[in-house]
Nanobody
Framework: EAALVESGGGSVQAGGSLRLSCVIS???????????LGWVRQAPGSEREGVAI???????TYANAVKGRFSISQDSALNTLYLQMSNLKPEDNGTYYC????????????????????????WGQGTQVTVAS
């Protein structure tokens, strides 16, 4: 069964770091024309928002709120997506979801996906990040 499974969430003090991982199983990523993988978060009482996107060619896009603090990467051999989060702030609190968009034709535009997370085809269950002030 195809699945995206996140791990690495937890509780840290402001200024601390966390590394999230997402194992993607059941999807043959390189069988598609292109793909985008990303992290989306949802704070309590708020809508989901795109945080960081990485395309098949390693093009990355970040939300302004996390630029310079978060870094998205992928290990194609392990089918794993990562999000390195540094200098965490209380406003980074929330549930972090891993998501994927698969393209049968043409490229996946990471900017478009960041602005419209409804474009994602598959989602993980989420991992909680808590940052104490």
């Amino acid at each position: 069964e195809a699945a995206l499974v996140e791990s690495g969430g937890g509780s840290v003090q402001a200024g601390g770091s966390l590394r999230l991982s997402c194992v993607i199983s059941g999807y043959f990523l390189h069988g598609y024309s292109s793909y985008c993988l990303g992290w989306v978060r949802q704070a309590p009482g708020s809508e989901r928002e795109g945080v960081a996107i990485i395309a098949h060619d390693d093009t990355t896009t970040y939300a302004n709120a996390v630029k310079g603090r978060f870094s998205i990467s992928q290990d194609s051999a392990l089918n794993t997506l990562y999000l390195q989060m540094s200098n965490l702030k209380p406003e980074d609190n929330g549930t972090y979801y891993c998501a994927a968009r698969f393209m049968e034709e043409g490229p996946c535009d990471s900017d478009d996906v960041l602005e419209n997370i409804a474009l994602f085809h598959a989602w993980g269950q989420g991992t909680q990040v808590t940052v104490a002030s």
